[in-house]
């Protein structure tokens, strides 16, 4: 059985809407799909409602019906409202001149759209701000677009209007150009002048441009017109200027020409001066035409007039000026006088005045000559010379006179005690005349001084001047001598015994005389001669303390005798030595012991070397016993013996060192043996036995 649900009706969706601007947009909907129950897709049948005029509901109705009449309704609902104002286009922001048309059709009109309305009205207002000036202001044009709905859009369109032209002078012939004298400046035309956008005023100044002086300048004639946004138009007219008429001077001008002393030249007069445009200045200046000296000559005296512009006036006065009178002496003149040669004053220095300018005063000698070169007289002249030449003159006589004998440069010292070595040199003294260059000396010395008289003495030296008059002068040194010896030591070279005698003369210095010579020390054996030393004779004193191995022996040889003056004692040192004397020192003139016998009798008491005593050799001896002990030693052995002549023994008479067996402290009696090096003789050493006995 299937039961049929005929009363459910369809179910449609719940009920919808939306919101729109305007009523185009509000377009019917798509149906739902809706379905019985049974599962039929129904059709519904749509209704809708009048259009709203601005704003309201648009209301769409889907009534969906099934077969068994059961009814569902489903609506979707728009809102309207209008709320978007229209959009205005305007014309272009303009500016404008204050007279040109200002109305709508110059300047455009504004349109407008809108999304709901496509007819919306446009409107506009004008509202004028004033500027600065008549001719500059301000329109404020204000569109305004409404639609339907009344929304509404305004907006502003700015039209600026300025004054930029200029006013036009009504003259038709306008002041040109001129050129005037400084004092005949015209005064300016009246100009008017008219203005597009309202009045005009004109004004007038003039710009003055210097020149190169006060009168020489241009005037620059400016005439403005001016409106009332102040927009100007000017005309310049130039005048120039100029300055060409001289100054003129006033009162009555001095005397063209004039002649006057040097000292009496007037002062220049005092001119003024008028000029037509302006001050003027007068100067005056003197041009001076030498003549034939410094106070002679020619002024010109020149007043110039000058106004400002340089433009001058000029007047000379021609002034002769002359020097006639000479000049005078300030000081007062010297007299006439006689003077020494060497006392002739100088000459014055005496000044001198002029009346028209300087003076010079020169001065000069005149020599007339005496009986001699410093006697004579001097005719001295000052002379005054003004600048012209003119002159005054003084004349002095000088009588020059020589009377003074030369005199020493420096002081002469009489008289002087010396000692016979210490005799000074004859001094060199140069004689001054005071009036002569040349000096005549004559010099002289006597010398008492005698070598057979053992005494004192005197030099007398003596000066005799003389100048070119005769004037002389003697002068005088005396010199007490005291004979005093003169010691001197001669260190003579060395000499040998055999080279002969010395003659002693050849040490002393030339110029002794009158002495003797004697030994004072050294051997006496040797002698003197006279003058010669003869020490041949010490070959007899050939000996230890003389032999070619010593130094020699020293002499001191005394000479006594003059020389200069003075007692000469001369010491001549001198060595004489052996050296040049050969000795017998080889190896054959050797004698050595052969047996010592140490027993007091004074023969062969020691062991000796004999012959080379005098050599300068230097023994070391070394004694051994039979058994080769070494008994005996020594690096310095005494040379020579008793009998040899030498006074000495030798240094080993058989005593025993402490080691060796003996009795007494000597050794035993037997044959020894010695070994001898003569060190510096170039021997080889010497062996052999020696006997050693007590009997």
Same mark, same amino acid.
């Given at each position: ?26 377009? #019917? ?14 059709? +519904? ?10 704003? /309201? ?29 229209? $959009? ?68 502003? #369109? ?12 009504? #003259?038709?012939? &306008? ?35 210097? /020149?190169?002086? +006060? ?7 400016? !005439? ?8 100007? @138009? ?37 001119? =003024? ?9 007068? @100067?005056?200046?003197?041009? *001076? ?11 010109? *005296? ?7 512009? /340089? ?13 006639? =009178? ?8 010297? *007299?006439?006088?006689? $003077? ?13 005045? %002029? ?5 010079? $005063? ?19 002249? !000052? ?18 006179? %020589? =009377? ?9 010292? @009489? ?8 005799? +000074? ?78 003659? &002693? ?11 003797? !010579? ?15 030393? %003869? +020490? ?24 006594? /005798? ?18 040049c004397k050969v000795l017998p020192c080889g190896e054959k003139d050797i004698s050595i012991s052969t047996a010592i016998t140490p027993n007091d009798d004074g023969f062969n008491e020691s062991f000796d070397i004999e012959g080379i005593d005098l050599c300068g050799f230097v023994a070391e001896v070394k004694i051994f016993n039979r058994w080769g002990a070494l008994v005996y030693e020594s690096n310095d052995y005494t040379l020579g013996s008793i009998k040899s002549g030498s006074g000495a023994f030798g240094d080993w008479d058989g005593t025993s060192p402490k080691s060796s067996i003996g009795n007494n402290g000597k050794l035993p009696n037997g044959t020894y043996y010695y070994i001898i090096n003569l060190r510096n003789s170039g021997l080889s050493p010497l ?9």
């Amino acid at each position: 059985t299937y039961t049929i649900d005929v009363t459910t009706a369809p179910v449609v969706p719940a009920n919808a809407g939306s919101t729109v601007e305007c009523i185009a947009d509000a377009i #019917q909907p798509a149906a739902p799909a809706v379905m019985d129950v049974c599962g039929n897709l129904l059709a +519904p049948v749509i209704t809708e409602n009048a259009d709203p005029v601005c704003e /309201g509901d648009k209301i769409y109705t889907y009534t969906y019906t099934d077969c068994a009449g059961n009814e569902s309704v489903y609506t979707y609902t728009y809102t309207v409202k209008d709320t978007i104002a229209p $959009v205005l286009t305007l014309p272009a922001n303009v500016t404008a001149e204050c007279s040109d048309d200002l109305s709508t059709t110059n300047f455009g009109t504004a349109s407008a759209v809108d999304n709901c309305d496509p007819n919306p009205v446009v409107t506009f207002t004008d509202v004028t701000t004033n500027g600065i000036c008549s001719g500059n202001f301000t329109i404020t044009r204000t569109w305004t677009a409404t639609d339907a709905c009344g929304n509404v859009a305004s907006a502003d #369109q700015i039209i600026s209007t300025i004054d930029t032209t200029a006013p036009e002078f009504d #003259q038709t012939t &306008l002041p040109t150009d001129i050129v005037v004298e400084c004092d005949n400046i015209p005064e300016p035309e009246v100009l008017t002048a008219t203005d597009n956008c309202g009045t005009a005023t004109v004004s007038v100044n003039d710009l003055r441009t210097d /020149g190169n002086c +006060p009168g020489n300048y241009t005037i620059a004639r400016t !005439w403005t017109a001016t409106d009332e946004c102040g927009v100007i @138009k000017t005309h310049v007219q130039t005048i120039t200027v100029q300055d060409i008429t001289p100054p003129t001077f006033n009162g009555t001008l001095p005397l063209p020409r004039i002649v006057v002393e040097c000292d009496a030249i007037p002062a220049p007069e005092t001119l =003024t001066a008028s000029d037509s445009c302006g001050s003027a200045t007068v @100067k005056v200046s003197d041009s *001076r035409t030498n003549g034939n000296c410094t106070n002679n000559y020619t002024l010109a *005296r020149t007043w110039v007039a000058t106004d400002e512009c /340089g433009l001058t006036s000029t007047y000379t006065q021609i002034i002769v000026v002359q020097d006639t =009178t000479p000049p005078t002496f300030v000081e007062s003149l010297p *007299r006439d006088i006689t $003077v020494e040669c060497d006392a002739i004053p100088e000459a014055s220095t005496l000044t001198a005045i %002029d009346n028209c300018g300087n003076a010079t $005063v020169s001065a000069s000698d005149v020599r007339i000559n005496g009986n001699c070169p410093s006697n004579y007289t001097i005719n001295r002249t !000052w002379i005054a010379t003004d600048e012209c030449g003119l002159t005054t003159t003084h004349t002095q006589v000088i009588t020059v006179q %020589d =009377t003074t004998a030369p005199v020493p440069a420096s002081s002469i010292i @009489k008289e002087l005690n010396v000692s016979c070595t210490e005799i +000074p040199e004859i001094p060199v003294v140069e004689f001054t005349d005071n009036c002569s260059s040349n000096v005549i000396v004559e010099f002289d010395e006597v010398n008492t001084f005698d070598e057979n008289v053992i005494a004192d003495y005197q030099i007398i030296r003596t000066w005799t001047v003389r100048d070119a008059c005769n004037n002389e002068e003697v002068y005088t040194q005396t010199l007490n001598v005291s004979l005093d010896e003169i010691l001197t030591e001669v260190v003579a070279e060395d000499r040998c015994f055999f080279d002969g005698a010395i003659n &002693l003369d050849d040490y002393l210095p030339e110029d002794t005389f009158g002495g003797s !010579w004697e030994i004072i020390e050294g051997n006496p054996i040797a002698t003197v001669t006279g003058s010669i030393f %003869d +020490p041949t004779n010490l070959e007899a004193a050939y000996s230890l303390d003389f032999n070619p191995n010593t130094e020699g022996i020293q002499y001191v040889i005394r000479y006594t /005798g003059f020389q200069d003056g003075c007692i000469n004692i001369t010491d001549v040192i001198m060595v004489i030595d052996a050296k040049c004397k050969v000795l017998p020192c080889g190896e054959k003139d050797i004698s050595i012991s052969t047996a010592i016998t140490p027993n007091d009798d004074g023969f062969n008491e020691s062991f000796d070397i004999e012959g080379i005593d005098l050599c300068g050799f230097v023994a070391e001896v070394k004694i051994f016993n039979r058994w080769g002990a070494l008994v005996y030693e020594s690096n310095d052995y005494t040379l020579g013996s008793i009998k040899s002549g030498s006074g000495a023994f030798g240094d080993w008479d058989g005593t025993s060192p402490k080691s060796s067996i003996g009795n007494n402290g000597k050794l035993p009696n037997g044959t020894y043996y010695y070994i001898i090096n003569l060190r510096n003789s170039g021997l080889s050493p010497l062996t052999g036995p020696v006997y050693l006995g007590t009997k």
